[in-house]
């Protein structure tokens, strides 16, 4: 069975653009998180997305956004590129369980290999 | 503010010997708690992970000790190997009572080195 897969593997831009990358979850999996993580430190929550729907957000400025699609891929966009936002972007999915009163919870999280990017 | 605080930082440990990481947390509402290993250029891989309702966890030679009233819990490594040098980070999430979705709050990561 295949992971989670991310694209691209690796990404260089300039300060100022905008770049893209993309997530596949696992098969059966309808959760998708992202994660920022700096080199030398712990990941750092940006999102979580659960049927194409924002569950969660992290202490992130508003140049980050993502959206999730039908099929449950996901797609994270960084705005005006700085210099402290390289770094390597983790996905992760799961496989999210209902929970009380309809909200939506998720269990264990499964990791991509990450999206380094280095803004120059 | 560290809501898991992980130490020690660096570890190194002679082949066989046994790694024991350590994480503290404040927010009691924590109610998942895994440990993830990490190699270079690489995501973060589940290795274990434990709930708060039993005090001992064990897969192979990983071993997680959860000390609830204390706030901590532990991974012990067993008969430690060069193949697992890598980093390793406690985490802990938040369930659906308190109505949040299960983000997790990591350790800042412990980098273990096995020499052979």
């Known amino acids: 069975d295949a992971g989670v897969t991310q694209s691209p593997t690796h990404l260089i831009k300039t300060r100022g653009q905008q770049v893209t990358l993309r997530c596949s979850p696992i098969s059966g999996h309808k959760s998708v998180s992202w994660y920022q993580q700096v080199l030398g430190q712990g990941p750092q929550f940006i999102f979580q997305?659960?049927?194409?729907?924002?569950?969660g957000r992290g202490n992130f400025p508003d140049r980050f956004s993502a959206r999730q699609f039908p099929n449950y891929s996901s797609e994270l966009n960084v705005n005006a590129l700085l210099l402290g936002d390289s770094a390597l972007y983790l996905c992760?999915?799961?496989?999210?369980?209902?929970?009380?009163?309809?909200?939506?919870?998720?269990?264990?999280?499964?990791f991509g290999p990450g999206t380094r990017l280095t803004v120059l | 503010q560290q809501q898991v605080k992980q130490s020690p930082q660096s570890l190194i440990v002679q082949k066989g010997g046994i790694s024991i990481i350590n994480c503290a947390y404040e927010n009691t509402a924590f109610d998942y708690f895994p440990w993830y290993q990490q190699f270079p250029g690489k995501g973060p891989a589940l290795l274990i992970a434990?709930?708060?309702d039993v005090s001992e966890k064990k897969e192979g030679r990983f071993t997680i000790s959860f000390n609830k009233s204390a706030k901590q819990f532990s991974l012990h490594i067993m008969d430690s190997q060069p193949g697992d040098s890598a980093t390793y980070f406690c985490?802990?999430?938040?369930?659906?009572?308190?109505?949040?979705?299960?983000?997790?709050?990591w350790g800042l990561g412990t980098s273990l080195a096995v020499n052979p």
């Open positions: 985490a802990a999430s938040i369930g659906p009572n308190a109505g949040n979705n299960r983000k997790l709050i």
């Open positions: 992760a999915s799961s496989l999210c369980i209902e929970g009380s009163g309809g909200r939506a919870t998720t269990d264990t999280q499964y």
């Open positions: 997305y659960y049927e194409k729907e924002e569950r």
């Open positions: 434990i709930r708060p």
